[in-house]
């Protein structure tokens, strides 16, 4: 019975961890949106967001499509995942073959590559 209680309160203690977490992260989102809806009623400021921000939010870590062949070895449609934001223009990237494995082209393993020939997977878009 010892043992079930234990098992049971270290189950409880997780769980209870877990949602403080959640809440404190919550509160402070809230009280953060709070103090920039505020500042902007004030001083009529928004909040300023760089453009490269902006992009490594949209596009670092996430999954591509080439849209056009970017040499012999690695056509149009090929997968990838983008590694880091050069500029708001360029990025490195990473391509995949076709059974998800890192592509090596001639001992070159990430590619730099401007952002306007990768097209998004699964990106929901906010307006």
């Known amino acids: 019975m010892k043992l079930v209680e234990i098992i049971v309160a270290a189950i409880g203690?997780?769980?209870?961890?877990?949602?403080f977490l959640l809440f404190s992260e919550g509160i402070g989102k809230l009280i953060?949106?709070?103090y920039y809806g505020v500042r902007k009623l004030i001083t009529g400021k928004e909040r300023e967001i760089s453009e490269l921000e902006?992009?490594?939010?949209?596009?670092?870590?996430?999954?591509?499509?080439l849209r056009s062949d970017?040499?012999?070895?690695?056509?149009?449609?090929?997968?990838?995942?983008v590694l880091e934001i050069i500029d708001e223009q360029n990025?490195?990237?990473?391509?995949?073959?076709t059974k998800g494995l890192p592509f090596?082209?001639?001992?070159e393993?990430?590619?730099?590559?401007?952002?306007?020939?990768?097209?998004?997977e699964n990106v929901k878009l906010k307006h």
């Open 32 to 34: 953060r949106s709070i």
């Open 13 to 19: 203690e997780f769980i209870a961890y877990i949602l």
């Open 91 to 97: 990025m490195y990237v990473e391509f995949e073959n």
């Open 54 to 65: 902006r992009i490594e939010k949209r596009y670092l870590y996430k999954k591509f499509k």
């Open 109 to 120: 393993q990430v590619f730099k590559i401007e952002r306007k020939r990768i097209i998004l």
């Open 104 to 107: 090596i082209d001639v001992d």
């Open 70 to 81: 970017f040499n012999e070895q690695i056509p149009k449609g090929m997968r990838g995942t």
